[in-house]
């Protein structure tokens, strides 16, 4: 069964530094989001990705993220400097269509130190 | 500003037993409600959902009911098994953009003893 893959599994790093997360959606899938989940806390919608192009973002996403897909299989997630509070899990996810049902892959733990 | 509410953390269940879960949502303009089930090291993996149109639907063991006056709606699991031991998330979404983005809650840990 096709499955959303994401490396790395944990990525620890000091603050100010730049990270990148990495995805593999399933492969005929076309709309792609990026979610985080703080320890503890709720699954939060960073961003959506259509067609080579943002097409919606929260709060949460500003100037600091940003989303790419670089070749036709990657959906990266780049954070430019991280902060102590970026420290989350970060869930990739892919639908074929603009479907409900999203399928997540297993998350990067992202720690700042 | 909290959405979707999960207002139970945790949820103890002997095995055999029925399992029922709760969500609350104060938005009005929600139109498709989700579960979402995650063990842990994994993402959250799609369970039920069910639309606004109707108020009940069902799949296998897992039965989700809405009560769209109460703003509330509830997933169901009979009989219950160890291997439904994780955490649920109940979902909420309306149209935007073009995408449906969900709404979380912030999950139920469900434990089912053998």
């Known amino acids: 069964e096709p499955e959303v893959t994401q490396t790395p599994s944990h990525q620890v790093t000091q603050m100010g530094q730049e990270v990148i997360l990495r995805c593999v959606p399933i492969?005929?899938?076309?709309?792609f989001y990026w979610y985080r989940q703080i320890l503890g806390q709720k699954v939060e919608f960073l961003v959506s990705?259509?067609?080579?192009?943002?097409?919606?973002k929260s709060e949460i996403f500003d100037d600091q993220f940003s989303v790419e897909r670089p070749d036709g299989s990657n959906f990266t997630l780049k954070i430019r400097s991280t902060k102590l509070e970026d420290s989350a899990m970060y869930f990739c996810?892919?639908?074929?269509?603009?479907?409900?049902?999203?399928?997540f892959g297993p998350g990067t733990r992202l720690t700042v130190t | 500003d909290q959405q979707v509410k999960q207002n139970s953390p945790s949820l103890s269940v002997q095995e055999g037993r029925i399992s029922i879960l709760n969500c609350d949502y104060t938005?009005?303009?929600?139109?498709?409600f989700l579960w979402y089930k995650k063990y842990p090291a994994e993402g959250p993996t799609f369970l039920i959902s069910?639309?606004?149109?109707?108020d009940k639907n069902e799949d296998g063991r897992f039965t989700v009911f809405l009560n769209k006056s109460a703003k509330h709606l509830s997933l169901h699991i009979v009989p219950s098994q160890p291997g439904d031991s994780a955490v649920y998330f109940c979902?909420?979404?309306?149209?935007?953009?073009?995408?449906?983005?969900?709404?979380f809650g912030r999950g139920t840990s469900l434990i089912v003893h053998p």
């Open positions: 996810a892919s639908t074929m269509d603009r479907s409900y049902e999203q399928y």
């Open positions: 492969s005929n899938h076309l709309y």
């Open positions: 990705f259509y067609n080579n192009e943002i097409s919606e």
């Open positions: 938005n009005s303009m929600f139109d498709y």
């Open positions: 069910i639309s606004s149109i109707k």
């Open positions: 979902a909420a979404s309306a149209f935007q953009g073009g995408s449906y983005i969900p709404t």
